[in-house]
């Protein structure tokens, strides 16, 4: 990739012979080919991406600042998801339907009222989760990933169907298709298997029938401005987003809540447990917060701000999505690079998370990183596990309140050790995930 005259230097990288498979299989996936590439030839990389040609990877904050207005992402990478869309695949529709349907979003996801208003569902779901746990703890390590990314699954079909899966299906129900869709579409997709695929079908179809029943039960009732704010499906409905889009948008909403929040969740547990003096500090400030109650109230969150550090310290370490992309849709000026219109350019998020220039000692687990005055001076982009600009994630705040709940009900009420013998290796399966799960004893305090 050789510059114009602007930014006319050439942007290092591996030799560009070949399709890139073989190194990016080598290391073990592209977030670990991602740091390695970073290690090895500075924060601006290129190259080459199995099938779609030669790419650029960005793993300096203020390098990325020049892509963060990129309102595009390159078709081919996010074609997987398509099957389960109606109304066109959400992650790559044009940024003239995507902006609104993102301001839709964003004003029931980012907004106080609809976290208020399914708190105490949220609450019932943890609590419940903890009683399962205190039964089962004298018999072996519970596998937390598991659990965890189960009854992220559970608050989220909870939050975006609402009251209506009483009337419309079960929550079990609704849980177990989406499990089907999950497994057989989309981790199965290619493999040659009717029966599969049948199972498949009959569980999105399910799972779309369901979201059509809330949404009759809507349209009967009509919506009121507070629940327009705290309800998705009727925010939805009453922008006039179509029934299609609405049924697109569960599903979708589905898929990107409750691996990441549950895997953020299970790596700060895991994290706490190999850090007994951060553990100690975190579960102090629970136990002063909530005193003799077991569960926090939504306006306990803001005073547990050791957790939310070793929460968001997790996340540096373990981004539970640990790259994006974009696609430039003009030439981007990097630095004394020039990146050409149409070039697919990488956010590697878990290099960005451990670039040493901003993150020293990178590997080190310290919450502290993110008191205000460690923080200060910290360039913006420095820290992006939910992504950058006009298409990062639309639940981050939710997923914020949902974690942090979580934590508050688990910390409260059990002691974490990790089981013994186990290695806990990360890899990536849509998100990164420890391979073999995360093994833990635990016991009421
Ligand atoms: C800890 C939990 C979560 C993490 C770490 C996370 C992270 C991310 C990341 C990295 C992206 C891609 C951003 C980019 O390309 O710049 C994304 C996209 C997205 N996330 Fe999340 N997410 C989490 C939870 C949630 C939750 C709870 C929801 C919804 C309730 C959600 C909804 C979405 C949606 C809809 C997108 C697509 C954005 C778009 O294309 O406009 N995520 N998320």
Redesign the pocket.
């Known amino acids: 990739m050789r510059g114009d005259g602007r930014g006319s230097s050439e942007i290092p990288g591996p030799p560009a012979d070949g399709d890139g498979g073989a190194a990016l299989a080598e290391a073990g996936g592209l977030h670990n080919y991602q740091l390695r590439l970073h290690a090895e030839y500075g924060p601006v990389v290129r190259f080459p991406l199995p099938g779609a040609g030669e790419a650029v990877s960005v793993a300096d904050p203020v390098l990325l600042e020049a892509t963060a207005r990129i309102d595009r ?1 390159p078709e081919k990478l996010f074609e997987f998801l398509a099957p389960l869309q109606e109304s066109g695949n ?2 790559t529709i044009p940024a003239s339907e ?1 902006g609104p ?2 301001r839709v ?1 964003l004003s029931v ?1 980012a907004g106080r009222p609809s976290h208020e208003a399914h708190f105490a569902a949220f609450t019932g779901l943890a609590s419940d989760l903890a009683d399962r746990w205190a039964a089962r703890a004298a018999e072996g390590p519970i596998a937390l990933q598991k659990d965890l990314s189960e009854l ?1 699954l559970q608050m ?1 079909c909870r ?2 169907l609402g009251s209506g899966l009483e009337s419309a299906g079960s929550a079990a129900r609704v849980v177990s298709a989406f499990e089907v869709v999950l497994t057989e579409y989309l981790a199965r997709a290619g493999a040659n298997d009717p029966e599969g695929t049948r199972r498949a079908e009959e569980a999105l179809t399910y799972l779309r029938s369901t979201v059509d029943g809330v949404l009759a039960a809507h349209r009967g009732r009509g919506t009121g401005e507070q629940a327009e704010r705290s309800d ?1 499906i009727g925010a939805l409905s009453a922008a006039g987003e179509s029934p299609a889009r609405i049924r697109d ?1 569960v599903l ?2 589905m898929l ?3 691996h ?2 549950g ?2 969740i299970s790596w700060t547990l895991y994290l706490l447990a190999r850090h007994p003096d951060a553990a100690d500090r975190v579960r102090a400030e629970v136990d002063a917060v909530l005193g003799d109650r077991d569960v926090p109230e939504y306006g306990d969150l803001k005073r547990l701000t050791h957790l939310e550090m070793a929460l968001k310290e997790a ?1 540096r370490l373990y ?3 640990p ?4 696609e430039a849709t003009e030439d981007v000026e990097l630095g004394p690079y020039t990146v050409p219109a149409g070039t697919t350019i990488f ?1 590697p ?1 878990w290099a960005v998370h451990l670039n040493p220039e901003y993150w020293p000692d990178p590997q080190a687990f310290d919450p502290g990183r993110f008191g205000p005055e460690a923080s200060a001076g910290r360039p913006r982009l420095a820290y ?13 705040a ?3 309140v ?2 942090e709940l979580v934590l508050a009900v688990l910390l409260k009420r059990f002691r974490f050790d990790l089981a013994p013998g186990q290695t806990v290796t990360p890899v990536e399966r849509f ?1 990164l995930w420890a391979a073999d799960d995360i093994l833990m004893d635990v016991a009421e305090r």
């Open positions: 992402r959400l992650q995507h349907w993102r979003m996801l992220s989220i939050y975006a998705l948008t979708m909403t990107a809540a409750h990441t929040t895997v953020a996340m981004p539970p999505g790259y994006g992309a974009r956010y998020f992006i596990p939910f992504g950058v600009g006009p298409r990062s994630c639309e639940g981050s939710l997923a914020m949902e974690a998100v």
